[in-house]
């Protein structure tokens, strides 16, 4: 079996331009004289490897706690791209993903400097998925990414965001990227992993 961790490290994250940063504080030390080492920190929802709940674009949206643990674990499919996600580049990663498992083909991956377009997205809201992840910090153009969000969260596809899928061949993997179990949120950080046999 092969683990491949598709994660920021928090502290060293990217971040959405005019999100504040992580920060860590610490809180003891046994250098210092405690008993143990402490750590506190602090954080935007959406820093680093995250996941976007409807409630994020949605005031009446899911919420992270109220989204079903089985979209953000399960058989997924991973591909690279460059460029716009048009509708046309839609089609063809979802023709691959179906045609590589079904199954799989609900949670898309794509790796590369992609751009998400409304049409693209519309797509993928067609089609069922119900998780759509990507490199970027966010999930459409960085200037103006709400109609995108606005399509896919809409039809309740959730988006994992600031994944790192260098060097990842293209393929079927069994995708694990809960989220902190933050009730109420709009979003919250993962651990995101890929699993191959």
Do not use: W
Not at 3 to 21: H, K, M, N, R
Not at 56 to 75: A, M, P, R, W
Not at 124 to 146: C, H, M, R, W
């Amino acid at each position: 079996m092969k683990i491949i961790d598709i994660s920021q490290e928090l502290f060293t994250c990217a971040v959405f331009p005019g999100d504040s940063s992580p920060v860590r504080n610490v809180l003891e030390t046994i250098e210092g004289g405690s008993i143990c080492n402490l750590t506190g920190f602090s954080m935007c929802a959406h820093n680093g490897t995250h996941v976007d709940a409807p409630y994020h674009f949605y005031n009446d949206g899911k919420t992270i706690d109220q989204v079903e643990l089985s979209s953000f674990v399960g058989k997924c499919f991973v591909c690279q791209e460059e460029g716009d996600i048009t509708e046309e580049m839609a089609e063809k990663v979802m023709e691959k993903a179906l045609k590589a498992d079904p199954e799989a083909a609900k949670r898309i991956l794509i790796g590369g400097n992609v751009c998400m377009t409304i049409e693209g997205a519309r797509v993928f809201s067609k089609k069922g998925i119900v998780l759509y992840g990507n490199e970027s910090q966010t999930v459409g153009p960085i200037d103006a990414p709400a109609e995108v969000h606005y399509e896919l969260l809409g039809a309740e596809v959730v988006l994992l965001e600031g994944i790192r899928l260098n060097g990842v061949e293209e393929g079927v993997y069994l995708l694990s990227a809960a989220p902190l179990n933050l009730g109420g949120s709009d979003g919250a950080p993962c651990r995101a992993i890929l699993i191959r046999e």
